[in-house]
């Protein structure tokens, strides 16, 4: 068992991972709140459950969410059953597996919060601006959806004419089956889950706008991983001071050396933004070996 759990942290830890993190968070939280709720069940200190549940549920109405802000995030990390957490974590799998190959890690990252918090924000509104929906009564929400609906929707408006192979049906591109998740969600939003549909839309719609943002130059997610590097930077020890003396360059040396740094990371930038224009424009399978390969060195960094 200690080996299992050795293995486990080790490959949280792998750098340029997300993918695995996100899934093995939410695996970690479901499994903590199942065995809550167990020892809550056979101890009869139930309350402490229901405490501990609340901090991954968003509620519908802002009198309550006013004291639990931090669930605009948490609840997209918990589920409501094994079924629920499966088929997000195998989507969130499948559709992660191709923004961390051609985006990296972090582009992940970035898609699964804004994912959650479109999702949160619908959800609240919804609730409290649309007439049927007011006059409902609901605990919250919970579930990866509206953030797995996001990466879905990026991936699709990434690399629309990608393939995936379906059992009974063949090889069927991705814009086709996130274009019914799309749809089934569209047509249940007047349903018992009319918020948690209403959410996946706002996930999908912020994925879209992600992609079409990088495209055009412009990562309005950059300000997570600014956040996520500053909670990491509080919580990693700072190395000891190490004086060394190096032989002196001459400021002209050292002024060269800094502008062909710059001026080389412009330009591997200026091609990344053009190979991904071109997917867009003809897809993947457009891209030359050379491309696919400078793609795939940019996503590992």
């Not at 991936?155 to 379906?166: I, S």
């Not at 000891?240 to 800094?258: E, L, P, R, W």
């Not at 740094?261 to 224009?277: F, G, K, M, P, Y």
Request: aromatic share 12%; hydrophobic share 45%.
């Amino acid at each position: 068992m200690a080996g299992f759990f050795d293995e486990l942290k080790q490959n949280f830890k792998r750098p340029n991972n997300a993918l695995n993190q996100l899934i093995i968070i939410n695996a970690v939280v479901f499994v903590g709140l199942g065995l809550l709720a167990l020892i809550g069940k056979f101890s009869g200190v139930e309350g402490l459950y229901a405490i501990v549940d609340a901090q991954f549920t968003i509620p519908p109405d802002l009198e309550r969410f006013i004291y639990r802000p931090w669930t605009i995030i948490t609840y997209a990390f918990s589920h409501a059953g094994f079924f629920h957490i499966l088929m997000n974590m195998l989507v969130l799998y499948w559709f992660g597996m191709l923004i961390s190959q051609y985006l990296g890690s972090a582009k992940l990252v970035n898609l699964y919060v804004l994912g959650a918090l479109a999702g949160a924000v619908i959800f609240i509104l919804a609730y409290n601006l649309i007439p049927f929906l007011a006059d409902r009564t609901t605990n919250g929400m919970v579930g990866a959806s509206a953030a797995v609906y996001a990466v879905a929707t990026a991936a699709a408006t990434l690399l629309p004419d990608h393939r995936f192979h379906l059992i009974l049906i063949g090889p069927v591109k991705i814009k086709y089956i996130v274009a019914v998740y799309i749809v089934l969600s569209l047509l249940n939003s007047a349903g018992p889950n009319a918020g948690g549909n209403l959410a996946h839309l706002g996930g999908a719609g912020i994925g879209f706008l992600y992609v079409r943002g990088l495209q055009a130059g412009t990562d309005f997610g950059l300000w997570i991983q600014m956040t996520l590097g500053f909670i990491q930077s509080i919580f990693k020890s700072k190395p000891k001071i190490k004086v060394t003396y190096k032989k002196k360059q001459t400021a002209g040396a050292s002024k060269s050396s800094g502008q062909y740094s710059s001026t080389s990371s412009t330009t591997e930038q200026e091609e990344i933004d053009r190979i991904l224009d071109k997917i867009s424009e003809k897809g993947y399978e457009s891209l030359s070996k050379d491309e696919k390969q400078k793609l795939f060195n940019a996503s590992k960094k």
